[in-house]
């Protein structure tokens, strides 16, 4: 499979609502329930599965895994399209502010949240 641009994945996730007429239903609030339903989805995969479980995931499981997270971001691109969010934009908005917070001499190998490194 080729790799798709965001905006070339957008264009694709557009044409498949719109030749079935779902825009109508699109509200944001009912757009981000999808998104987080889908992501309880993609977390049901690791529910109570051990860390050497996770390490022995099959193809098929991973793969299952996989539609999951694509159908967390079809919803993610929808929403910040239909909200007029540039996603890359805000992407890189997000890393500039996480690289400020979590600066390399402090935060390297480290899982702390950011209000905690020193």
Known sequence: MKNLT?????SEILEFRD???????HRP???AISLMLESAEVAENFQWKTDQETAQLTDCECQQIGEEL????????LIANDLG?????AFQAKMQ???????????KGKSLKY???S
Not at 19 to 25: A, V
């Open 70 to 77: 694509a159908d967390v971001l079809y919803w993610t691109v």
């Open 115 to 117: 209000t905690k490194l």
């Open 6 to 10: 965001l905006h070339e994945i957008l």
């Open 29 to 31: 609030k009912d757009m």
């Open 85 to 89: 969010v540039d996603l890359a934009s």
């Open 19 to 25: 030749e079935r007429d779902w825009k109508q239903f």
């Open 97 to 107: 502010k996480n690289r400020a917070k979590y600066p390399l001499e402090k935060a």
